[in-house]
């Protein structure tokens, strides 16, 4: 299925008096689909896989915003640094360093969200609390100047039990307001998906990641 320009407009409607960023999902979705969407004005897009981000942010208008949404590899880090707008899956201390020096040597200053784990699901990558405070207190220290932590980001388990998904919501937006407090370029908490993103909102999040609802099912 194309992408769904009804759809688009219901969201965005939903969105809107919430104040709330759209990061449109297109992985695995072809270039015409991305095109579809930004006539109708959308900007913010998100990739999980770099070479198919690469691929497409060469065919793509120049003022695309690519966020990187998914597991993200420290040998890969150099093919996004130069253009991407927001890397959202920052699961290590490793992998910070390794898009600070990068980021150095681009000449830039990138964007970056930590990952928190907040489902139940062990598969899911993340930091916990104590990884948090650890790559927060390096980055308060100074020691990563080519990077700039704009806030958390976090996926729920994927259960029918909202409930559950709400607990973690909230949970995520407890330590986003802890963190605040200390970290001053703190602004984004990217949590809610198509399943589950008006909880997100209600629970705090000012910036969702929306696929399917979007595109149509994805067949991986
Ligand atoms: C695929 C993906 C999404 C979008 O999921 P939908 O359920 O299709 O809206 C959001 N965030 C991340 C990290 C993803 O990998």
């Given at each position: 299925?194309?992408a769904?320009?009804?759809?688009?407009?219901?969201?965005?409607k939903?969105?809107?008096?919430?104040?709330?960023?759209?990061?449109?999902?297109?992985?695995?979705?072809p270039?015409?689909?991305?095109?579809?969407?930004y006539?109708?004005?959308?900007?913010?897009?998100?990739?999980?896989?770099?070479?198919?981000l690469v691929?497409?942010?060469t065919?793509?208008?120049?003022?695309?915003?690519?966020h990187?949404i998914?597991?993200l590899?420290?040998?890969?880090?150099?093919?996004?640094?130069?253009?991407?707008?927001?890397?959202?899956?920052?699961?290590?201390?490793?992998?910070?360093?390794?898009?600070?020096?990068?980021?150095?040597?681009?000449?830039r200053?990138?964007?970056?969200?930590l990952?928190v784990?907040?489902?139940?699901?062990?598969?899911?990558?993340?930091l916990?609390?104590?990884?948090?405070?650890?790559?927060?207190n390096?980055?308060?220290?100074?020691?990563?100047?080519?990077v700039?932590?704009?806030?958390?980001?976090?996926?729920?388990?994927?259960?029918?039990?909202?409930?559950?998904?709400?607990k973690?919501?909230?949970?995520?937006?407890?330590l986003?307001?802890?963190?605040?407090?200390?970290?001053?370029s703190?602004?984004?908490?990217?949590?809610?998906?198509s399943?589950?993103?008006?909880?997100?909102?209600?629970?705090?999040?000012?910036?969702?990641?929306?696929?399917?609802?979007?595109?149509?099912?994805?067949?991986?």
């Amino acid at each position: 299925m194309p992408a769904d320009s009804q759809a688009f407009d219901d969201l965005t409607k939903e969105l809107k008096p919430h104040r709330v960023i759209l990061v449109a999902v297109s992985k695995t979705k072809p270039i015409e689909d991305i095109e579809a969407l930004y006539a109708l004005g959308q900007r913010d897009f998100g990739e999980n896989y770099v070479q198919e981000l690469v691929k497409k942010k060469t065919a793509l208008p120049g003022d695309i915003r690519w966020h990187f949404i998914g597991h993200l590899q420290s040998n890969k880090v150099k093919l996004i640094i130069p253009f991407v707008q927001l890397i959202q899956g920052i699961d290590s201390l490793k992998l910070l360093q390794e898009v600070n020096k990068q980021a150095g040597k681009n000449g830039r200053t990138v964007n970056c969200l930590l990952q928190v784990h907040i489902a139940q699901e062990e598969t899911k990558f993340g930091l916990d609390e104590n990884e948090l405070a650890l790559v927060i207190n390096e980055y308060g220290a100074g020691r990563l100047p080519n990077v700039k932590l704009s806030g958390l980001m976090g996926m729920a388990s994927l259960t029918e039990n909202m409930e559950q998904v709400r607990k973690e919501f909230r949970y995520l937006k407890q330590l986003f307001d802890r963190h605040s407090k200390e970290i001053q370029s703190f602004d984004i908490l990217s949590m809610g998906m198509s399943a589950d993103f008006k909880i997100a909102i209600e629970e705090g999040s000012n910036l969702v990641r929306i696929g399917s609802r979007l595109f149509g099912e994805r067949s991986r």
